[in-house]
């Protein structure tokens, strides 16, 4: 077992108020962690239909169903140079789990920093993070710690996958 990056959605802001640094080595600048958070939010929250109708009102193609070894009936992948912003998905969503504002457009995916980290040192964005939703340690999911992709564990309430969002979103409403 080895450390995995531990993110608290609950808190969890993009980086640019959160002022998480990230140092994924292909893009200075990038905004490796706002990436992940939105790979996140599509593998916890969407229901993962099965006739997709978010992917099919796409008017350019821009998301699609991905195959993973944890979500058999698929996530949300989302091409960055595709996606105009217009929201039809987000309409489209039966459900009303797809976010237009999750983030416009990511420029790279979080790597945990793997094969870059010395014995015992924490990535830079846990070690940048001002809001307390990162963390990095060896843990064991279960219990509120949902392992979402390898080595990336979400810390969820109740370790429901999608409720605690849309309870959130309800309590928002009233």
């Not at 912003?85 to 979080?110: H, K, N, R």
């Amino acid at each position: 077992m080895g450390a995995k990056l531990i993110v608290d959605l609950a808190k969890a802001r993009l980086q640019e108020e959160s002022h998480v640094r990230c140092s994924y080595k292909h893009h200075p600048q990038n905004k490796g962690f706002d990436a992940l958070l939105e790979m996140m939010r599509f593998a916890l929250i969407c229901r993962r239909c099965t006739s997709a109708p978010c992917v099919k009102a796409c008017p350019q193609g821009a998301l699609e169903k991905v195959t993973s070894d944890r979500h058999d009936a698929g996530i949300l992948k989302r091409a960055n140079m595709l996606c105009t912003g217009c929201g039809t998905c987000a309409i489209a969503c039966p459900f009303g789990t797809v976010y237009t504002d999750l983030i416009v457009f990511p420029s790279s995916v979080c790597d945990v920093c793997r094969g870059r980290l010395a014995p015992g040192e924490k990535p830079l964005c846990v070690r940048t993070c001002e809001d307390g939703s990162l963390d990095y340690a060896d843990v064991e999911p279960g219990g509120d710690l949902v392992e979402v992709f390898d080595g990336i564990v979400a810390k969820v309430a109740g370790g429901s996958t999608w409720e605690p969002f849309l309870r959130k979103a309800k309590e928002a409403v009233r």
